[in-house]
């Protein structure tokens, strides 16, 4: 194994455990609530989905952030990447404040927008408030993630997540059934593991700023400047989750077989997702560090080792989620007919995978590099040619298999346009700034 071998599992694994952190963290909140009723588990389950929107369109902050002190970082300005840093955290958590404030006021619009039954919404309510709580430290996370990534370094973020996760189960045991404060319990234990989480790593980055002299007061300059670096990747975010939002709605004007069978189809792509964009991370951090110190033909030569390590840690997802499903299929579903859905939503799932694992790495390539404003118009050409592809499925009856064709259309437009960007030299722009 190559030191670039090394240095990407390096950054790649811990990345890796940190993601996955968030899915076990409402894996934890489901099982506990679950078992309070079926009105508050449906409750969790629409207050937990506007929580995840809004959080997920600031996603940014994490990755904009990773970049811009990674080119710091390779020109040799330790000072200056802390001092990005901060102004990153100063962004998030003013956001924070402004999307707590909202969703807390605006509840009970956001919930009714569902159409849930009166018992449900109550309780959904009462969870998406509280939850507002944890907004800013959340933010604060993702932040404070990105400022460490940039620093090269994933393990401090995935040791604080690991810690995060079992304070959030013991948490929500103990206000819960201890308390007895029903599913208030569970939304007050995750705001305050949340909080814990954000503290944590917002202190580590303090530390490293004091500690080589910069700045810690707001910065307005920097503040706008992070904030207009972050507009082209809520774009290219957006992009996404429309994508993902269409395929749902086809599947569910398909029937009730095909939408049960992709849900899960699309719960084991997204984890699958989750390893693959581990890769991407480590392609953030060290496309930004190389240009940062002026190396382009080192640069040139990570992105090709990436996108190798792409293609077969896809090949490699492909091949399990295929190869095991026989004896995970029936987990999920008894319907006999929802489990032959599923495993032929599976086959086409699989062999998609190695062209995901390309598209994510070339991705995170390009937002190490900066390059987000071609990343949202690539992004928006992607969308609006894949919205007839999905559109003619439910025209013409395709069904739910073909569906997960049109998906695997939209990841190969993404890849031709990142490939298209990739092939050229508009990229490649070095210095500690871009």
């Known amino acids: 194994m190559g030191e670039q071998d090394r240095e990407i599992l390096r950054l790649a694994v811990p990345a890796f455990v940190a993601l996955v952190s968030e899915p076990l963290m409402l894996l934890a909140d489901s099982a506990i609530v679950g078992h309070l009723g079926t009105p508050q588990l449906a409750a969790l389950g629409i207050a937990g989905t506007i929580l995840q929107t809004l959080v997920g369109i600031c996603v940014f902050l994490a990755y904009g952030t990773t970049s811009a002190v990674a080119r710091r970082i390779g020109a040799g300005d330790h000072k200056g990447a802390l001092a990005q840093g901060i102004d990153g955290l100063w962004l998030a958590l003013l956001l924070g404040v402004v999307l707590a404030a909202a969703g807390a006021l605006l509840a009970p619009q956001a919930i009714g927008a569902f159409n849930p039954s ?24 993702l932040a404070a993630t990105g400022v460490l990534r940039g620093l090269q370094d994933t393990k401090t973020p995935m040791v604080v997540a690991i810690t ?30 949340q909080t814990g989480a954000g503290v944590a790593l917002v202190a580590v980055v303090v530390r490293g700023a004091r500690r080589d002299g910069a700045k810690l007061r707001p910065d307005r300059p920097g503040i706008l400047a992070s904030a207009q670096m972050g507009v082209p990747l809520v774009v290219r975010t957006l992009t996404l989750r429309a994508a993902i939002i269409l395929l749902t709605f086809v599947a569910t004007a398909l029937g009730t077989t095909s939408v049960a069978a992709h849900q899960v189809a699309f719960t084991l792509w997204n984890f699958l997702a989750l390893a693959l964009d581990a890769i991407a991370i480590a392609a953030q951090a060290l496309t930004g560090r190389a240009l940062g110190a002026g190396d382009v033909a080192g640069t040139r030569s990570i992105t090709r080792r990436m996108m190798w390590w792409g293609l077969y840690s896809g090949l490699v997802c492909g091949l399990a989620l295929w190869g095991l499903h ?24 699989a062999v998609w995978q190695p062209l995901n694992g390309v598209v994510f790495v070339l991705d995170g390539v390009l937002i190490g590099a900066g390059d987000g404003r071609y990343l949202a118009v690539a992004g928006l050409i992607a969308f609006a040619l894949y919205v007839p592809l999905a559109l003619s ?42």
């Open 118 to 141: 009166p018992d449900v919404a109550a309780h959904a309510v009462t969870y998406l408030r509280i939850s507002c709580i944890g907004i800013p430290s959340m933010l604060l996370l």
């Open 164 to 193: 995060a996760n079992l304070a959030n189960v013991v948490l929500n045991v103990v206000f819960v059934y201890g308390l007895r404060l029903d599913i208030a319990g569970s939304a007050l234990g995750t705001a305050l593991a």
């Open 326 to 349: 026989p004896l995970y299929v029936h987990w999920f579903s008894a319907d006999p007919e929802v489990q032959r859905t599923l495993a032929a939503i599976i086959l086409v799932a």
């Open 393 to 434: 499925v439910l025209w013409f009856d395709g069904g739910v298999v073909a569906l997960w064709w049109a998906f695997g259309g939209f990841m190969l437009l993404r890849l031709l346009t990142l490939l298209t960007r990739e092939r050229r030299d508009t990229w490649l722009v070095t210095g500690a700034t871009r």
